[in-house]
């Protein structure tokens, strides 16, 4: 992973939406290295300067088993 990528919303009407997600996004969710192809819940939140972003990132398969 660089210092940034663009995941896509998979499971909504417009799937062809991406979001801007940077490195320490996913660093500060401890899923580091994301890997491309793989499904995460995040939240989307929006910068001081206007623009989309995903934050609060967790892997689907960490919290599937947590509800175990």
């Known amino acids: 992973l660089d210092c940034y990528c663009f995941i896509r919303q998979v499971d ?12 320490t996004a996913v660093e500060k969710a401890g899923i580091s290295p994301l890997q491309a192809g793989e499904k995460v819940y995040y939240s989307i939140v929006t910068d001081k300067l206007g623009k989309e972003l995903a934050d609060n990132l967790a892997r689907i398969e960490a919290e599937a088993k947590l509800s175990e």
Do not use: C, G, M, Q
């Open 12 to 23: 909504f009407p417009d799937s062809s939406k991406e979001t801007f997600v940077h490195i």
